[in-house]
């Protein structure tokens, strides 16, 4: 097994350990207003070319595509912007393409000013299935001079892609929208210790989902929350692996349901994610710059939740957890001299999957910077003693190994945690 993921790693490495360089993290976090701004609602629908019987669509869940332009027949131009700005460089792009008669063409991806390429094309003939456009279909422009992170990014990129009557689907990631969160969330709550409720709605209206994992009456809880940034697909599916290992029938997790509630938002920002937006919701801010303020209707309804489960049950939240991507596998962590519910769990708990995945030393950034609570790391933590973390999967990070990698968390945090309540 060990062997197994090791390779795996490796191979998401190769790039990277060959400069001998590791991701140092992203600067301290910036406190910024988060009051509502103005949002660009995208234009949806299709773009047809009749001369060429070619249509492009943003017309579905989770499509950014601002415009189109044709070049000539067979070359075309997509115009991909943002929400809003300023913004971080996560700049999500999602569309079909179909044709009447089976051709090959190329497409351009051009972005706003200050933005560069990032996410590496997947494509899917249903949706459903994804996998990588063929490297020799790829070509990059104007490539940064770095060899890794922002600076190594290209201005913009050409795809030369087969289409036909068959819908071809295009994205920066895998696409995983409400309808497909809401699928997923109840195949799980199939299972009779499973439940899903709403916990409230987002600023447009679409409910914000919680799954509750165990008893509802437990006294000992624990708080998951992802997709506070919408093309961050690679941190939520860790977050599917981990919880989907705390779900299971394994002993193990039997056990711990006995001790210990999860509660999970896997959708923090429905609305986001629903309009292909880069990182903001629907009222124009990073949600995770609001666990101070509380201006917005997500956050508030985790706060809400929270405060209201630990009067119930007269508990408390021993971990919590925020799942996210970013360059490379990163943990942002709370200084461990700052003590909560549960003493060292994280940093034991970190060094216990590093030894189980041989060879695997992400970085690990802690920070004793609490005050303003901003994030949702420091709101569990400050206002709840949860031991709490920022879970970062590489945008890139193969997909078995993060799977692998959230099993085996999972596993290793459950074990630790029932030995730590004794
Ligand atoms: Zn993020």
């Known amino acids: 097994m060990k062997k197994t993921i090791l390779l ?22 910036e406190i910024v207003p988060t009051t509502s701004k103005p949002v660009q609602k995208q234009w949806k629908g299709s773009f047809t070319y009749d001369s060429a019987n070619i249509t492009f669509s943003n017309n579905f869940e989770g499509a950014r595509l601002n415009g189109i332009i044709k070049n000539n027949d067979s070359t075309y131009t997509a115009l991909i912007t943002s929400e809003n700005t300023p913004i971080n460089t996560s700049p999500w792009y999602a569309f079909k393409i179909w044709a009447k008669e089976k051709r090959t063409i190329n497409v351009i991806l051009t972005y706003q000013a200050s933005a560069k390429h990032r996410y590496y094309p997947k494509l899917s003939f249903d949706g459903l299935r994804w996998s990588p456009l063929d490297s020799i279909q790829y070509t990059e422009f104007e490539k940064g001079d770095k060899n890794f992170g922002p600076g190594s990014l290209p201005v913009k990129i050409s795809m030369k892609l087969e289409v036909g009557r068959d819908t071809l689907w295009i994205a920066g990631q895998e696409l995983h929208t409400s309808s497909h969160v809401g699928r997923w969330m109840d195949s799980l709550s199939q299972k009779p210790f499973v439940s899903r409720k709403s916990m409230g709605k987002s600023r447009e209206g679409r409910l914000l989902d919680l799954l509750t994992i165990g008893n509802p009456k437990s006294k000992n809880m624990l708080m998951v929350i992802s997709r506070q940034h919408p093309p961050e697909v690679t941190g939520y599916l860790a977050m599917k692996s981990f919880i989907e290992t705390m779900a299971s029938d394994a002993k193990l997790a039997r056990r711990f349901r006995k001790k210990f509630t999860t509660y999970v938002v896997p959708l923090m920002n429905p609305d986001g994610v629903d309009n292909g937006h880069w990182r903001h919701n629907a009222g124009g801010v990073d949600l995770n710059r609001d666990w101070a303020n509380f201006n917005h209707p997500e956050t508030r309804a985790v706060k809400k939740f929270m405060e209201e489960k630990v009067v119930r049950t007269n508990g408390k939240f021993y971990f919590g957890i925020d799942f996210h991507s970013t360059w490379d596998d990163i943990y942002y962590t709370v200084d461990p001299k700052l003590k909560g519910n549960m003493p060292d769990l994280v940093p034991t708990w970190l060094d216990a999957i590093k030894e189980e995945v041989d060879g695997y030393d992400p970085n690990v950034r802690p920070s004793d910077r609490m005050h303003p609570t901003t994030v949702s790391r420091n709101y569990f933590f400050v206002e709840h003693g949860a031991e709490a973390l920022v879970f970062e999967i590489g945008d890139n990070t193969p997909r078995e190994f993060l799977r692998e990698k959230g099993r085996i968390s999972a596993n290793v945090l459950m074990e630790l945690m029932l030995e730590r309540l004794k």
């Open 8 to 29: 795996l790693y490796l191979m998401t490495l190769a790039p990277i350990t060959a400069q001998n360089e590791k991701f140092q993290g992203q600067p301290p976090i």
